[in-house]
């Protein structure tokens, strides 16, 4: 049975909230009883104003650490939101990120109407490393994300989860040196043992309370990665279908193919909408063609 998107988002969405909730009731815990109560009215009512629509640029620009599109870049990119409008995309507010990683998408919409791009996409379209078409594409491919896995209170939940993404980063650069370490991919691949044993022996000292939180926990370990995995799949899916509806797709198979991105063979058939059966003989005929 095939799990519902919004299912999906649910599982990924909810723990991230929960820690981001309990980790900064803790940092206000901590604080004078008047900073505490100031800076919890503060963070509530901001995050109020984000849930009804307001302070959306502010936000976005904070949270994805971009500013605002100088006259240049957006002339450069004008004649690709020009192009991706005529698909229904409203008029965007155009940011560009300040200082990009290497995983960073290159565009990304965000909110009601954020584009957020990467310098490089500015770059590569002005100065012809990549054609209209692709540009547009890539693009069109971040709104096909967004409509797919849109919700309404968009950016006060990425506001909101600011805490859990921090700690994820801080765990994720820490841990990078012991993950390539044999030992430690059979530890972590021991955690679900390690966590019946847990649940079993609270529940038998009494302590089911305890032992259930345990299990839980350790079930999220599995759980919330993988149906963010599978959440990434469909929303690359319904992406790549609204880029194929509008011609583009063999324009972003190209583009992939170039920039040495790891991509499956289905993906690049969806894209160019060309199924393995037509390719066969093709393949056949090089595999057996004299040396």
Known sequence: MRVPLRVLKLVVMVPALLVSGVLGLMVLAVLPPVLGLLGFLAGGGALGVLAAGGLEGPAVRLLTRARAATEGERAVLAPVLASVG???????RLYVRRTPRVATPSAVVVGKSSLVVTPWLVEATYRGWITLEEATAVVLHADGRHRAGRHRLEVAVLAATTPWRGVSAVARTVGRPF???PFMRFVWSLRGFVGAVAVVQSAVEGRAVSGAIAGVFVALTYLVPAAARAREGRLVVEADRLVVDRGLGVDLAGLLRRSGVPVRVERLQ??????????????????????
Do not use: D, I, N, W
């Open 86 to 92: 005529g698909v229904g995309m409203p008029a965007v």
């Open 270 to 291: 969806r894209l160019e909408h060309r199924p393995l059966s037509e390719r066969v003989p093709v393949l056949q005929l090089a595999a057996f063609s004299p040396k």
């Open 179 to 181: 993950a390539s370490l």
